[in-house]
C-alpha cells in the first residue's frame, strides 16, 4: 500500500505563484513516478505535470507549458509543482498520485496506482 498526500492549495489571484507539494510513502525503498492531475468544476480530470522516477524526465500539458514546473526529492518521494503566472483556468482540485507497477505513459490518468486526496486551488481575477 502507498500512501499519497498534497498540500499548498489555496486562494490567490491571477499572476501570482503556489507551490503544490506531494508525498509518497509506504513501500520501503520504493521510488515512483508522479503526476500532477486537475478537475475543475463540470469538466474531466486532466493531466498537468508528471516526472519520472529519478527526474530525469518531464512532462507538460500544453496549457501549463512554461508557467509551471515539477520537480521532485527521488530519495524521499516528494514532489513539487511550482505554479506560475497562474490564471483563473487554473482554478481545479489539484490530485497527485504515484505509479507503482506501471505501465509507464505518465500522462494518462489510468497509469497510476495511487492518488492523494486532492487540494484546491482557487484564482481570483
Known amino acids: 500500500q502507498v500512501q499519497v498526500v498534497e498540500s499548498g492549495g489555496g486562494l490567490v489571484q491571477a499572476g501570482d505563484s503556489l507551490t503544490l507539494s506531494c508525498a509518497a510513502s509506504g513501500r520501503p525503498g520504493g521510488r515512483y513516478p508522479i503526476g500532477w492531475f486537475r478537475q475543475a468544476p463540470g469538466k474531466e480530470r486532466e493531466f498537468v505535470a508528471a516526472i519520472s522516477w529519478n527526474g530525469d524526465s518531464t512532462y507538460y500539458a500544453d496549457s501549463v507549458k512554461g508557467r509551471f514546473t515539477i520537480s521532485r526529492d527521488s530519495a524521499k518521494n516528494t514532489a513539487w509543482l511550482q505554479m506560475n503566472s497562474l490564471k483563473p483556468d487554473d482554478t481545479a482540485v489539484y490530485y497527485c498520485?504515484?505509479?507503482?507497477?506501471?505501465?509507464?505513459?505518465?500522462?494518462?490518468?489510468?497509469?497510476?496506482?495511487?492518488w492523494g486526496q486532492g487540494t484546491q486551488v482557487t484564482v481570483s481575477q
Open positions: 498520485a504515484a505509479v507503482v507497477y506501471g505501465p509507464l505513459d505518465l500522462t494518462r490518468a489510468t497509469t497510476y496506482d495511487y
